[in-house]
Each structure stands twice: as structure tokens, then as C-alpha cells.
């Protein structure tokens, strides 16, 4: 059973350039996570995704969006980038449901933006 | 900003000894978990507790919940060097959907 699958593992871009990030649900969730770390530091919420709508969105600005499709797989796209936007991008999922556990998330092993 | 906040944010033990964290958070929850992370990889579940549980137990964890203080610790026993990881909890409050994560304790457990 595949876990939650992040690409590309590593990637550099420059300022001002804009960055695609993909991940792949474990299997049987349906609801996906995105959070960024910057290093030394605990993730931040960006924002969560269900029935390819975006459901709560965290203190981010618009240039970071997302996209979820049907087969539950979601994407993250960052335009005009920052050198502050270096950091591990954090791919989550997690199963919706009247379930009081619905809220454990499983995570990816992340994607490293690196800004120059 | 974040929610929860880890104590102490680094910590350091032989093999064998217990190790305690520390959560304290700001608003009323609905749950609060604890995740490992190892070296900048993905997170990974450890353990949820509710927030009508005061104790719970998974193994060599042990997880208690003060709901009155907004605290909650995880006690590791009898280490191991395969503990050495940052260890994050994270709350879920009100309506909100997803996890707040503190800022973490590194832990390191020596041979």
C-alpha cells in the first residue's frame, strides 16, 4: 500500500520564477494538505484540499494555489517566487469522515525548494 | 504563528534514559497529536489524544492532556539512538480542519 508520494524531490529555482510541487494521496484518502517548513521550524498550514475544492486556507499570499483532481492527486504551484519561499514543501493526507480520527494526517517526505 | 509550543526545543539523553517534552497551546482543542520527523523527511503519527482523555499510551509512549493548563507531554522510556528525530504537536481547535504544529524539540539520544 503506497503511502503519500511528493515530486520532485529537490529543485532550484531563481527569483521571480514559478515552481509546480505534485503528490499522490495514500491510498484511500481523499483529502490533501499542503504545508510549508522553513528550516528549524514546525510546518506551516498553506492550505487543504477535498472534492477538488480548496476547504481552509492558511496565512499565505495568492501566489501560492493548488489544484486537486479527481483521482484525489493534488499540485501546488508557487508564482513569482521569493528567496523566502525556500524551504521543505509538505504534502499530507488524511481521510474525511464523521470519524473523530479523520484528522491524522499522513505525510510525504517533502519537496526541497531552494530559491536563488 | 503557532499554536503549540515545544519545551525544551532541544534535548539530549544517554540510550536508555526517559525522555519528557513538552506542549503548551493557546486555545481550547478538539485533539492533539504527536509526530516525529526525522532529519527534515516527512512527518510521521506517533499518537492522538482527545480532549476528554488525560492519559494515553502507545507502546514506549506516554502521552498525558491538561486541558485546564493547555498543555500536554510526551514521555519517551527507555530510548534508543533510532529516537533521535524532532518531535511536533499539533493541535486541532474549533471548526478548523487542519493541524497547527508547534515549533518542535530536537531530540538526540546517545549510544
Known sequence: DAGVTQSPTHLIKTRGQQVTLRCSPKSGHDTVSWYQQALGQGPQFIFQYYEEEERQRGNFPDRFSGHQFPNYSSELNVNALLLGDSALYLCASSLTGLSSGANVLTFGAGSRLTVL | ?111
Open chain 2, 1 to 111: 504563528s503557532q499554536q503549540g509550543e515545544e519545551d525544551p526545543q532541544a534535548l539530549s539523553i544517554q540510550e536508555g534514559e526517559n525522555a519528557t517534552m513538552n506542549c503548551s497551546y493557546k486555545t481550547s482543542i478538539n485533539n492533539l497529536q504527536w509526530y516525529r520527523q526525522n532529519s527534515g523527511r516527512g512527518l510521521v503519527h506517533l499518537i492522538l489524544i482527545r480532549s476528554n482523555e488525560r492519559e494515553k499510551h502507545s507502546g514506549r509512549l506516554r502521552v498525558t492532556l491538561d486541558t485546564s493548563k493547555k498543555s500536554s507531554s510526551l514521555l519517551i522510556t527507555a530510548s534508543r539512538a533510532a529516537d533521535t528525530a524532532s518531535y511536533f504537536c499539533a493541535t486541532v481547535f474549533g471548526s478548523a480542519r487542519q493541524l497547527t504544529f508547534g515549533s518542535g524539540t530536537q531530540l538526540t539520544v546517545l549510544p
